[in-house]
């Protein structure tokens, strides 16, 4: 049995990634529910150079898992979705996105839904 997903239930959390590791607005999933999935992200990169993104899922500021480097040409953009879900974040955890190569800024805008 799936759960049907209505549009009501789905949020965007975004930030402008730089060289310092910051938290996605939206990024913590309350610890009253199940986990997040994100389902759809846009990364964009505004710099005139290649740069790279990493993303890190946490507790509190504890790194429980890291998601490998995402690079992106000069001004170039992704953008991937999956209904199922491209990443899962647990109850009381974060995400967060820093700039690993070059310096962008890269934009990123991720969809989800909390279960």
């Known amino acids: 049995m799936t759960k049907e997903i209505r549009p009501e239930d789905c949020f965007e959390m975004e930030l402008a990634a730089t060289t310092t590791k910051a938290k996605l607005s ?27 993104i990493t993303f890190t899922i946490e507790k509190d500021t504890t790194v429980v898992r890291t998601i490998p480097e995402i690079t992106l040409g000069a001004y170039g953009s992704i953008d991937e979705q999956n209904e199922l879900g491209l990443i899962t974040i647990p109850a009381g955890h974060n995400i967060k996105a820093q700039v690993t190569t070059g310096s962008g800024p890269i934009s990123v805008i991720m969809r989800a839904y909390d279960l």
């Open 26 to 52: 939206n990024g913590d999933v309350p610890s009253n529910k199940f986990a997040r999935k994100v389902y759809s992200y846009l990364l964009s990169n505004k710099g005139s150079t290649t740069a790279g």
